[in-house]
Each structure stands twice: as C-alpha cells, then as structure tokens.
C-alpha cells in the first residue's frame, strides 16, 4: 500500500483522542500507513445541556460522520455504546475490535464501596440506564442514595468527588482504562447488580462504503465475536425503539464449559429511571454463526420484554 497518511478524525477530549490513538497504532501495524488524526469538535462536546436533554442519539458522532462523508477524513473510531443503532448506509462499520471490561464502576471518596455508601449519599451520573438500575438495587437492598444528574468529560466527573460536591459517581471502566485512571476506581460494579450499555467497551471503526480497500485492510481489526455479542445487544436496543440515551441495559456474553464455549447469553434490562419498576430478561442458546442470528436474538430478547410492559418503562426519551 502506499504511504500517504490516513486521516482519522477523532473527538478532541481525552476519552476520544486515547481511543483514536491507541486505534491509530494498530491501524498503522497493519496497514504499513501512517496515521494522522484530524481534530473535529462534535455538538455533544460544546453543549452544556444534560445528555438527556438534548434528546436523539448519537450527538456524539453526527460531526464525525460528516467529516468522513465529505471525504475530509478516512476513517473515524467511536465508542460503540454511543453510535445510534440504523447504520446508514454510506458508511460501513469496518471493524469491532476485541471488547474490554464492559461493566460499570464507582469512583467514590474514602475508597467506598458501592454498597457501603452512606444513608443519602450522592451518586452522579447523567444517565437513565444507571440512575434507574442503581435506585433499583438501593430499593431492593435497603440502601439510600440520591442520584444526581452531572454530564461532562470523565475527568470532570471525577472531579466532583474530589471536590467533595458528590459522594461517588458511575463511569464505564473501558473509559477509565483509556486514560490511564483505573487505578482510582473503588468498586467494580457486578453486571448481575448494573447490565452496562449496549456495546459499552467496544469500540467501532467506520468509514466511506465505498471504499473497499480501506474496508478489508481496517477488518484485520475485527473480532468477530465482539461483533455478535453487540449485534446482538444493539438489536434489542433497536427492537426496543430505544436510543442510547433510554434506560436500557444490555449484555451478551459466552458461556464455557472448560475451555469450551458452549453457549452465548443474552440479558436485557429496562427501568423506570427511580428504579420502582424493571423488566429483566435473559436467554441462552448456542452461539450464532452469523450476524443475522444475533440479531434475531435480539429482537426475540427484546419482543418478550416488550411483552411484558417494557415500553412503558422508558419514558419520553423511548423513541
Ligand atoms: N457516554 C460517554 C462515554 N462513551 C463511552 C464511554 C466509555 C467507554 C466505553 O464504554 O466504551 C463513556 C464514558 C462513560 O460512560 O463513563
């Protein structure tokens, strides 16, 4: 291949400039390109209104589309979790790279556990899906805490801690990996107590269609099974008519016997954002062996759910 760069335009803050140059590395060992990563500032990045509030999906990501639409950028990495579920179809999802840590974690101050927070204590976090399985547990577990609603990069949520203005606050541990700041999380929050967002952990590398070339050499990235896992979630998302701001949970992970896979579990989970009322659903079955099959799963996962009142659990934000 030639030695012109690749332009990979990225998000300015920390979160997003870790994420593109830890892609840009591997995209430059398998490809013999350099990459060059071309700054771009999104709407969610300027906005000071709650996520939630600006309501739609996908805020973070419109810019950047743009940018690799208009051909001002070769190819573009998001977080999975953030990416709206209809792909259009100028653009292609080249590559899912292996997952990291999906779950949940708390940075609170005095090294607290989650559930050693004291009565009151203020929890924040900006999103519904955490909010709703968060007050959840507090109701089921006798705990008392407030969730309070904060937006802003990672660093300044972690700022109110030290600051004192909150108790804990709840970030993704993938994130928190990127920058280098796993070190100060106090409790790894189980999956069995918060189901994290669909794709949370993963990463997708897009770019131009048509540009078949640049598609194949971007897929040695690929991991096919993190590529089932969220097909299969983003598709209950989807069936749900769920953004990636609503209240849902969702998570595919393998089931082994030894060191052999035997099946693949899908959980979901929807709540009102106070936690008084959920739908928490699972199936297992044998792992699909193509996308089609996660995504039926999927819409299976998410059709019972529906059945059993989910939509009126996501509010006005469902759409
Ligand atoms: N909504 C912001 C966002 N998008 C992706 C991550 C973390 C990385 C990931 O989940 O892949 C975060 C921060 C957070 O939720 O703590």
Not at 13 to 38: F, I, W, Y
Not at 151 to 174: F, K, M, P, S
């Amino acid at each position: 291949m030639s030695e012109k760069a690749l332009r990979l335009g990225t998000r300015r803050s920390k979160l997003a400039m870790a994420q593109s140059g830890q892609v840009a590395d591997a995209v430059s060992q398998v490809t013999g390109r350099p990459v060059e990563l071309v700054e771009i500032t999104t709407y969610g990045d300027v906005s000071r209104e709650q996520l939630a509030q600006i309501g739609g999906t996908g805020v973070f990501v419109t810019a950047l589309r743009e940018a690799l639409l208009k051909g001002e950028v070769d190819f573009a990495v998001h977080s999975l979790k953030d990416l709206p579920t209809g792909q259009p179809e100028e653009l292609a999802l080249a590559a899912i790279p292996v997952r990291e840590d999906p779950r949940d974690v708390i940075v609170a101050r005095d090294a607290l556990k989650f559930t050693d927070l004291p009565r009151g204590a203020r929890i924040g976090t900006g999103s519904p899906r955490r909010m709703a399985q968060l007050n959840a547990y507090a109701r089921a577990h006798g705990l008392d805490i407030e969730a309070v609603p904060i937006r802003g990069n990672v660093d300044t949520r972690i700022r109110y801690v030290h600051d004192g203005e909150l108790d804990a606050v709840v970030l993704a541990a993938a994130g928190l990996n990127r920058i280098g700041r796993i070190e100060e999380v106090t409790d790894f929050l189980s999956v069995d107590t918060v189901l994290p967002a669909p794709g949370q952990g993963a990463l997708a590398i897009e770019c131009a269609a048509d540009h078949a070339d640049l598609i194949a050499a971007l897929g040695e990235l690929d991991d096919p099974f993190t590529r089932v896992a969220v097909t299969a979630e983003r598709s209950l998302l989807a069936a749900l008519e769920a953004g990636c701001s609503a209240p849902v949970g969702a998570l595919a992970d393998l089931l082994a016997d030894g060191h052999v896979v035997k099946e693949m579990r899908l959980r979901g989970i929807v709540g009102t954002t106070d936690g008084s009322r959920t739908v928490q659903l699972s199936t297992t079955g044998p792992v699909p062996e193509t996308y089609d099959q996660a995504m039926a799963l999927g819409r299976e996962l998410a059709a019972e759910m529906l059945a059993q009142g989910a939509a009126g659990l996501m509010g006005e934000r469902a759409q």
